[in-house]
C-alpha cells in the first residue's frame, strides 16, 4: 500500500514553465517500479498540458487530488509538485493554473494540514517550486518552527524565501532527485530514503545555489525505492562470521595470497571476501597500505566504523 501523487504544471498564462510535465512523468517512472521491475508506488499523474483535452489544474483540482492521496490507510503516501510557487504574508502556496490575486492556489499550510491528519504510516512531500521552504512553518507562531506529527518527511527545492531553477529542460532539484531515485543516493543495500536524498541534492548543490530543505519527524527510515545494491547482500551476512569479535583485528598471512606458493584454498576463499568487502570501505588493512600486502607482510585487517554498522546489522538478522 504505497501511493505516490506526481503534479507537473508548465502551462501558466502568467509565466509558462518548460520541464515540470517531464518531471513528473520521471518521477511516477521511477516510483512505480524498483530498478529490479518489481511494483513499487501505484503512481497517479496531475499534468497540464495532459496531452489530451482542455482540462486545466485548478485549486480544487489539486486540493481533492491531494486530500485524495492522504486520506485512506497506506504504508507510504507521496506528493511530488513541479510547478511555480509562491508567497505572502499568510504563507506559502503551490500555484494553479487559475491562480489570481488573494487566490494563489493551494496553501501550503492545507497540504501540511492533510498530510499531518493523514491515516497513511508515512507521509513524503518533495516540493520543486519557488518558496517550497515555506511548507510546515507556521507564521502565525514562528516562521523558523514547523510543525510536524510522526511519519511526516518533506524536502523542498529551496528555502522559503529562494526561488528554483530549471536546467536543461528539467528543475534543478527534481532532476537530481531523480538522479538520487536511479541509484545515485543509494546504500551498500540498495535503499535510497528521503533523508539520502537530500544528502545527495544538498552535496550538489553550492553555497551560491539555491538550498534545499529537509524537514522530518520520523522513528524510523522508509525506503522510497530499491535498487541494485553495489556489493552482495549475502557477504555482508558473513560479517559476523569473518569477524566474531568486530572490534578486533583479523591476522593474515601469505597463505591468504592467491600468488604466493604457500597459498591456502580456503584461506584464499576469505581473502578474496574481504578483498571486495576492502574496495567498499568496510575492511582496512592495518600496517600495510594495500591488502595484498598486509597479507604477505602477516600483518591484519579489521572492520571500519561503516563495516561495524554493517555487521551489527547481520548480528540482528536484519539484512
Not at 94 to 111: F, I, N, P, R, S
Not at 172 to 187: I, K, Q
Request: charge should be negative; hydrophobic fraction near 40%.
Amino acid at each position: 500500500m504505497r501511493r505516490a501523487l506526481c503534479v507537473g504544471i508548465d502551462l501558466y498564462t502568467f509565466g509558462a514553465l518548460r520541464g515540470c510535465v517531464s518531471d513528473a512523468e520521471r518521477m511516477a517512472a521511477l516510483l512505480a517500479k524498483h530498478e529490479d521491475g518489481t511494483p513499487n508506488f501505484e503512481c497517479k499523474k496531475l499534468v497540464a498540458p495532459n496531452g489530451g483535452g482542455n482540462d486545466i489544474v485548478t485549486r480544487v483540482k489539486l486540493k481533492q487530488a491531494i486530500e485524495q492521496l492522504f486520506k485512506d490507510k497506506a504504508d507510504v503516501a507521496l506528493l511530488h509538485f513541479s510547478g511555480h510557487g509562491t508567497e505572502n504574508n499568510l504563507g506559502g502556496y503551490l500555484v494553479t493554473q487559475d491562480a489570481k490575486a488573494y487566490d494563489e492556489g493551494v496553501a501550503m499550510a492545507d497540504v501540511l494540514k492533510l498530510a499531518n491528519d493523514s491515516k497513511a504510516d508515512e507521509v513524503v512531500i518533495l516540493l520543486d517550486c519557488c518558496h517550497s521552504g515555506n511548507i510546515g512553518n507556521v507564521p502565525a507562531i514562528d516562521n523558523a518552527k514547523a510543525l510536524l506529527r510522526d511519519g511526516v518527511s518533506i524536502l523542498t527545492a529551496s528555502r522559503g524565501d529562494q526561488v528554483s531553477v530549471e536546467a536543461s529542460g528539467s528543475g534543478l532539484f527534481t532532476s537530481l532527485v531523480g538522479d538520487a531515485l536511479e541509484g545515485a543516493a543509494a546504500d551498500l543495500l540498495g535503499e535510497v530514503t528521503a533523508s539520502s536524498i537530500y544528502a545527495f541534492v544538498e552535496g550538489a548543490l553550492g553555497a551560491w545555489d539555491q538550498r534545499p530543505l529537509f524537514k522530518a519527524h520520523v522513528s524510523k527510515v522508509v525506503a522510497l525505492r530499491k535498487c541494485q545494491a553495489p556489493i552482495d547482500t549475502a557477504l555482508l551476512r558473513e560479517l559476523p562470521v569473518l569477524f566474531p569479535v568486530p572490534a578486533e583485528d583479523l591476522p593474515l598471512s601469505p597463505e591468504f595470497e592467491s600468488t604466493c606458493e604457500k597459498k591456502d584454498d580456503a584461506k584464499n576463499k576469505i581473502f578474496c571476501k574481504l578483498q571486495t568487502l576492502s574496495r567498499f570501505h568496510l575492511v582496512v588493512p592495518t600496517g600495510a597500505d594495500h591488502m595484498y600486502y598486509a597479507a604477505m607482510h602477516s600483518k591484519a585487517c579489521r572492520l571500519t566504523a561503516s563495516g561495524r554498522y554493517y555487521w551489527r546489522l547481520a548480528k540482528d538478522n536484519r539484512i
